[in-house]
Each structure stands twice: as structure tokens, then as C-alpha cells.
């Protein structure tokens, strides 16, 4: 499975961006899929997960209410809608993917890893 990341961008604190992830191979349904981020000089924190029936979704504190994680099977792809940016949440964005169920949060719980986008967020 590889991934490919997009949707990063330039947008003023209050837009929105929305991020894909589209991984290659057959098997996209049976893959949980979590989105993280990397804003300079921090470590690589958990932003979103979704189970792989889309069922089930997990957010980190400082993006609940405002970021939304989908995903279409139909066309093998996962989405993170950001809504209500704010410049902390500038960062390289990387989606993940598992075939485990277990661990959305955590780095450990994804084996494959996207290339990451950039999202900046100007005040």
C-alpha cells in the first residue's frame, strides 16, 4: 500500500482546507486510516481516525467540532475537512494507514505513511 497526500495549502485563519489521502492497492476497505501532524520544531501528533467501515471516528481534543474525517470506499479515498483554521494548526499533515483495528491514536498503531502536505494558516 502507498499513499499519496494533497490539499495542503495557504489560508487565513477561519477558512477551510480539505485534505485527501488516496492509497493505491485493492485493499483500501479493510484499512483504518488516520490523519497526524508535524508543525515545526514539535513532535508528530494524532489529528483524526476513521475505522475501516467509516463507522467509527476518533479527533484529538484541539480539533474536535472542528475538523471532520470521511472516507469513500467507492472511490479509495480518505478526507479531512478542516473548518475554522487556526494558525497553530499550520503543520505537514500525513495520512497512515493499518490493517490493525487497534491503536488510531498512536504512531505505532500505523504501519504505512504518506509523503505529508503542507498546511499553513496566516493570522
Known amino acids: 500500500v502507498q499513499l499519496q497526500a494533497s490539499g495542503g495549502g495557504l489560508v487565513q485563519a477561519g477558512g477551510s482546507l480539505r485534505l485527501s489521502c488516496a492509497p493505491s492497492?485493492?485493499?483500501?476497505?479493510?484499512?483504518?486510516m488516520g490523519w497526524f501532524r508535524q508543525a515545526p520544531g514539535k513532535e508528530r501528533e494524532f489529528v483524526a481516525a476513521?475505522?475501516?467501515?467509516?463507522?467509527?471516528?476518533y479527533y484529538a481534543d484541539s480539533v474536535k467540532g472542528r475538523f471532520t474525517i470521511t472516507r469513500d470506499n467507492a472511490k479509495n479515498t480518505v478526507y479531512l475537512q478542516m473548518n475554522s483554521l487556526k494558525p497553530e494548526d499550520t503543520a505537514v499533515y500525513y495520512c497512515?494507514?493499518?490493517?490493525?483495528?487497534?491503536?488510531?491514536?498512536?504512531?505505532?498503531?500505523?504501519?504505512?505513511w504518506g509523503q505529508g502536505t503542507l498546511v499553513t494558516v496566516s493570522s
Open positions: 497512515a494507514a493499518d490493517f490493525r483495528r487497534s491503536d488510531v491514536a498512536t504512531m505505532t498503531g500505523y504501519d504505512v
Open positions: 492497492g485493492r485493499t483500501f476497505s479493510r484499512l483504518k
Open positions: 476513521i475505522s475501516w467501515s467509516g463507522g467509527s471516528t
